[in-house]
């Protein structure tokens, strides 16, 4: 397949687009998409004046194709900004266009631009497509560290 695709920041006017996208990678994961008070949440957040997130979108003749969702943490041992992916989605339609591979470069010129020194993502441990797509670039996985979280319900009780 070779589509021709733009990659460019998301505005507002993606806010469908995005949703839908977000929608289709909770699909690929066998999750819940983001319900409706989500929705609102996500297009606040990642397009919003003030947003907590930046979203790029891959576009292919005018239409949204895939994204990436990154946003800054901090290493206290790097003593610098990190960049993370929180998602990393293309569309079955578009899949081996060299479109995610385009998202993730964008990434890492971002990650750079913001002086970061690394950029950090994790993947479902069944997802050997997305696995190997990864180590095809370079990166490496940090088997030493496990990923751990609390949800609403057990913050709440863990704050009290």
Request: with cysteine; aromatic share 10%.
């Amino acid at each position: 397949m070779s589509d021709t695709f733009t990659i460019r920041p998301a505005t507002p006017a993606d806010a469908d687009a995005f949703v839908s996208l977000v929608n289709g990678l909770a699909d690929f994961e066998k999750l819940t998409p983001p319900d409706e008070e989500a929705k609102r949440r996500l297009i606040e957040d990642g397009l919003g004046p003030n947003h907590r997130l930046d979203v790029l979108i891959a576009e292919v003749a005018g239409k949204a194709a895939g994204y990436a969702v990154i946003f800054e943490t901090y290493s206290t041992f790097l003593a610098s900004p990190k960049l993370f992916l929180e998602d990393l989605f293309v569309h079955p339609d578009h899949r081996g266009s060299g479109i995610g591979e385009a998202l993730i470069r964008a990434c890492a010129r971002e990650a750079l631009s913001r002086g970061c020194t690394r950029m950090e993502w994790v993947v479902l441990d069944w997802n050997a497509r997305a696995i190997n797509f990864y180590k095809r670039l370079g990166a490496e996985h940090a088997s030493e560290w496990l990923n751990y979280c609390l949800d609403t319900e057990q913050l709440t009780r863990l704050a009290q």
